[in-house]
């Protein structure tokens, strides 16, 4: 069993990454052949600058590795350090339809924002497919917000099977794993996101201590005062109570048995999530006095995936009717 997951390193990761997926890649890696890699050659279909871009890749990398990612278990690469991305991307681009790549819905709300829109943007969902197909991934887990994104990976691969013949296996979705719902902090009906217009409804992987309690004490709650878990009536005591039962371990229903205030909740839940992110603050602190290490991490991933991928590539290539190349790449087999 192959497994496939990808982060978009054009941001900060918060608690919400981590306890939605984060966490679970470190867990289930040596349950499957595990695939992790930082897209961000998707990163660059909205503007950013170079430098953010430089700094948030190795950030990121350096985040899964203090997660518990294990180089020796699983494969941590960059999609931009397998060029059989872009090229099978390629391919994806002249298979998909433009009503289909158009009737996706982040790029309907974009457009429909007048905001610009690149044809990167509006093409990546080819994009994204390749770095599926290209690794023979049985299961993709995914939210969802990109369930219509690998519908469309099932689609593409179907299509140029039944055009050229059996090359790309064909995915399934994974049913992620039971999760906290994190919902942001100042705005308890909306999920916790790195894109919100008020940084202090979101708890960053990398907050301090200091910046986390206080996060979470101005936490929004209700004019009630009973602690009781309602995420319908009492959105904000529950999304409270669903961070302190990720942190640790009890359900949420028994720990609002436990309260009959908010300040005591809101000071657990404080100390509770403090607790749960201090090995992983710890451990990429070693690891940002050491970038070579995670640089080092990221080539040995990418010559493990470019082997996989150039494979798939290949029959792709050939099924299509491309000469086979006069040279091998170097990094990658013809």
């Known amino acids: 069993m192959r497994v496939l997951s990808l982060i978009q390193p054009s941001g900060d990761i918060h608690l919400g990454n981590y306890l939605g997926a984060i966490r679970w890649w470190s867990q289930?890696?040596?349950?499957?052949?595990?695939?992790?890699?930082?897209?961000?050659?998707?990163?660059?279909?909205?503007?950013?600058?170079?430098?953010?871009?430089?700094?948030?890749?190795?950030?990121?990398a350096s985040i899964l590795l203090a997660a518990g990612l294990d180089p020796d278990v699983c494969t941590l690469f960059c999609q931009s350090h397998v060029p059989a991305h872009t090229e099978l991307g390629w391919l994806m681009e002249c298979t998909a339809g433009y009503g289909e790549l158009g009737?996706?819905?982040?790029?309907?709300?974009?457009?429909?924002?007048?905001?610009?829109?690149?044809a990167g943007f509006f093409s990546y969902p080819a994009l994204m497919a390749a770095d599926i197909l290209l690794y023979d991934a049985d299961r993709v887990p995914v939210g969802d917000d990109q369930r219509q994104h690998l519908e469309l990976t099932r689609d593409l691969a179907q299509r140029f099977n039944h055009r050229y013949g059996d090359t790309f296996v064909v995915p399934e979705a994974a049913v992620p794993r039971v999760a906290a719902r994190v919902m942001d902090l100042q705005a308890p009906t909306a999920k916790m996101s790195?894109?919100?217009?008020?940084?202090?409804?979101?708890?960053?992987?990398?907050?301090?201590?200091a910046t986390i309690t206080r996060k979470i004490k101005r936490a929004v709650t209700d004019t009630e005062t009973e602690v009781r878990y309602d995420r319908?009536?009492?959105?904000?005591?529950?999304?409270?109570?669903?961070?302190?039962?990720?942190?640790?371990?009890?359900?949420?229903?028994?720990?609002?048995?436990?309260?009959?205030?908010?300040?005591?909740?809101?000071?657990?839940?404080?100390?509770?999530?403090?607790?749960?992110?201090?090995?992983?603050?710890?451990?990429?602190?070693?690891?940002?006095?050491?970038?070579?290490?995670?640089?080092?991490?990221?080539?040995?991933g990418a010559e493990k995936a470019a082997a996989v991928a150039e494979t798939t590539l290949k029959r792709a290539r050939d099924a299509v009717g491309l000469l086979p190349r006069p040279f091998a790449r170097a990094g990658t087999r013809s």
């Not at 790195?194 to 201590?209: C, F, H, N, W, Y």
């Not at 309260?259 to 749960?276: F, R, W």
């Not at 990429?284 to 991490?297: S, T, W």
């Open 28 to 60: 289930d890696q040596r349950s499957a052949d595990s695939f992790f890699g930082l897209a961000d050659l998707h990163a660059l279909t909205t503007e950013i600058e170079p430098a953010v871009l430089r700094s948030k890749s190795l950030e990121s």
């Open 103 to 118: 009737r996706m819905t982040q790029f309907k709300a974009k457009a429909a924002e007048h905001q610009v829109v690149t």
């Open 194 to 209: 790195k894109t919100a217009e008020s940084t202090q409804g979101t708890i960053l992987v990398l907050d301090d201590p």
């Open 232 to 300: 319908l009536a009492k959105p904000g005591v529950s999304n409270l109570l669903d961070l302190l039962s990720a942190a640790t371990g009890t359900p949420a229903e028994e720990l609002a048995g436990r309260y009959t205030q908010y300040g005591p909740l809101k000071t657990d839940t404080a100390e509770a999530v403090v607790e749960l992110l201090r090995p992983v603050q710890d451990r990429y602190a070693a690891l940002a006095g050491d970038p070579d290490e995670v640089h080092a991490v990221l080539a040995q």
